[in-house]
T-cell receptor, first 113, second 110 residues
Framework: NAGVTQTPKFQVLKTGQSMTLQCAQDMNHEYMSWYRQDPGMGLRLIHYSVGAGITDQGEVPNGYNVSRSTTEDFPLRLLSAAPSQTSVYFC????????????FGPGTRLTVT | EDKVVQSPLSLVVHEGDTVTLNCSYEVTNFRSLLWYKQEKKAPTFLFMLTSSGIEKKSGRLSSILDKKELFSILNITATQTGDSAVYLCAVVDSNYQLIWGAGTKLIIKP
């Protein structure tokens, strides 16, 4: 039981490049979400999904896309990277919603130059 | 606008001390409050609180919620160096989404 896995652990992008952060969970959780964490600002919700085929925007969705074709996978796509997207990104999953204990992946540290 | 404010932002104490971390909130249609511990990497779950006045306890850690005054505290007694971490508070809103505080960075000196 691997829990929540994320790849890559580290990534450096140039402004304008696109990439996908991968997230997978093996706990059969319906709810998955993406957060970014910046110094002094806590965690901010980017996008979330309440089940396969259903996604919705969080607090800071601009510049990011998501899809949820299976229960297990929830990739986050950066469309055209900007320096403001330099951050640590966490994927999380839980049984049904944010109201339940969230299980977090190890994070991806992204730097955009 | 909904918000969660944690205090202090950082705290340095000596091993064996007792610490109290604070989390106040202004959230429409509050559902529950959660505490997480974040060491080097991902946050890990500590407590979920939904009712006022009922203490949740796990070893040396305990937490209580006051829904009238809109705050929660996290107590750690007999602190150890392994308690050094950022402690995060989050409140579940009416849409079942989490609103996070900025965290309290706790440093325990041996």
């Amino acid at each position: 039981n691997a829990g929540v896995t994320q790849t890559p652990k580290f990534q450096v992008l140039k402004t304008g490049q696109s990439m996908t952060l991968q997230c997978a969970q093996d706990m059969n959780h319906e709810y998955m979400s993406w957060y970014r964490q910046d110094p002094g600002m806590g965690l901010r919700l980017i996008h979330y999904s309440v089940g396969a085929g259903i996604t919705d925007q969080g607090e800071v969705p601009n510049g990011y896309n998501v899809s949820r074709s299976t229960t297990e996978d929830f990739p986050l796509r950066l469309l055209s990277a900007a320096p403001s997207q330099t951050s640590v990104y966490f994927c999380a999953s839980s049984y049904a919603s944010g109201a339940y204990e969230q299980y977090f992946g190890p994070g991806t540290r992204l730097t955009v130059t | 606008e909904d918000k969660v404010v944690q205090s202090p932002l950082s705290l340095v104490v000596h091993e064996g001390d007792t610490v109290t971390l604070n989390c106040s909130y202004e959230v429409t249609n509050f559902r529950s409050l959660l505490w997480y511990k974040q060491e080097k990497k991902a946050p890990t779950f500590l407590f979920m609180l939904t009712s006022s006045g009922i203490e949740k306890k796990s070893g040396r850690l305990s937490s209580i919620l006051d829904k009238k005054e809109l705050f929660s505290i996290l107590n750690i007694t007999a602190t150890q160096t392994g308690d050094s971490a950022v402690y995060l508070c989050a409140v579940v809103d009416s849409n079942y989404q989490l609103i996070w505080g900025a965290g309290t960075k706790l440093i325990i000196k041996p």
